[in-house]
């Protein structure tokens, strides 16, 4: 028996020409094309990751756990042993 498992789409740049210029303090800014698409905004963190290949992934910490909980329903009780059914 094999599994099904659906090609992954190759993701799509936003902005072909994202560059930015590393001042002598090591900083730089974020094109507005790339902070707009991952609603980066003041006071957000990011987190660099260094791949061994040498490829950095960069992220936007910029949700908190609030905006992925999910919310019981209100109301009605249910229990484990439902909620496992």
Known sequence: MHAYIPAMKKPR???DAA???V???GQATIPRSVRD???IKAG???HF???QDGTILVRAKNRSIHDIAV???RGRRVSVDAMNR
């Open 13 to 15: 740049a936003v902005d």
């Open 19 to 21: 560059i930015a210029t």
């Open 23 to 25: 001042s002598r303090r």
């Open 37 to 39: 698409a991952a609603r």
């Open 44 to 46: 957000d963190r990011i």
């Open 49 to 51: 990751t260094v791949l």
């Open 71 to 73: 919310k019981p329903p």
